[in-house]
């Protein structure tokens, strides 16, 4: 069945890179997502990649794809406190639905 | 300005009350979603309407009614309700059904029942 795994936290100090890893199950995934989540408010996509990408770099963000192992990663580099937030890997084989994973809770210390 | 919106933003309630949670996107969106997310944060998908017809029904007990009056709205119904579905509820929108399209969340609405 459809699964996206998470470790559910990690702690930076703040100037460093964070690297936030999910892994997926399902093979036909097309669309990889990762979603940011603040405290009391909706997720926001930060960015997404297709699967017939290995990586994709947006600003401070890159995203690494190895499909054969079926593992996303969220480098973040220059953290900031602002940063500090739940960052949620998401899968979409292309129809309505989107799994989500559970969330990586992203800690950064000044 | 904003894009998705729903209401209320808080809902306390007792055990066996009738309950709804409204949902508007002012982006032109065809797809709209119902969005469960637990004290541990997991997000499960409930809903999920295109053009204001039914796409996905997971399994959700049959108290939580969608209803779609036209292709901005997506409110939820819940009847009976009990103490497990305390949790934030969260609706999105996307403009189509290809995958590749961002889903914009609205802010959520804790539901806690008493």
């Known amino acids: 069945g459809e699964d996206v795994e998470q470790s559910l936290f990690l702690s930076v100090r703040e100037g460093d890179s964070s690297v936030i890893n999910c892994t997926y199950t399902?093979?036909?995934?097309?669309?990889l997502y990762w979603y940011k989540q603040e405290p009391g408010a909706g997720l926001q996509l930060l960015t997404y990649i297709f699967s017939n990408m290995d990586m994709k770099q947006d600003q401070r963000l890159t995203v690494l794809l190895n499909k054969k192992d079926k593992h996303l990663s969220l480098r973040i580099a220059d953290t900031q406190t602002g940063d500090s937030a739940i960052y949620f890997c998401a899968e979409s084989t292309g129809g309505f639905k989107t799994i989500f994973g559970a969330g990586t809770r992203l800690f950064v210390k000044a | 300005d904003t894009a998705v919106s729903q209401t209320p933003k808080y809902l306390v309630t007792q055990m066996g009350n009738d309950k709804s949670i409204k949902c508007e996107q002012n982006l032109g969106h065809d797809t709209m979603y119902w969005y469960k997310q637990d004290s541990k944060k997991f997000l499960k998908i409930m809903f999920s309407y295109n053009n204001k017809e039914l796409i996905i029904n997971e399994t959700v007990p049959n108290r939580f009614s969608p209803k779609s009056p036209d292709k901005a709205h997506l409110n939820l119904h819940i009847n009976s309700l009990e103490l497990g579905d305390s949790a934030v509820y969260f609706c999105?929108?996307?403009?189509?059904?290809?995958?590749?399209?961002?889903?914009?969340f609205g802010p959520g609405t804790r539901l806690t029942v008493l």
């Open positions: 399902d093979s036909s995934s097309t669309y």
């Open positions: 999105a929108s996307s403009q189509g059904n290809s995958g590749r399209d961002e889903q914009f």
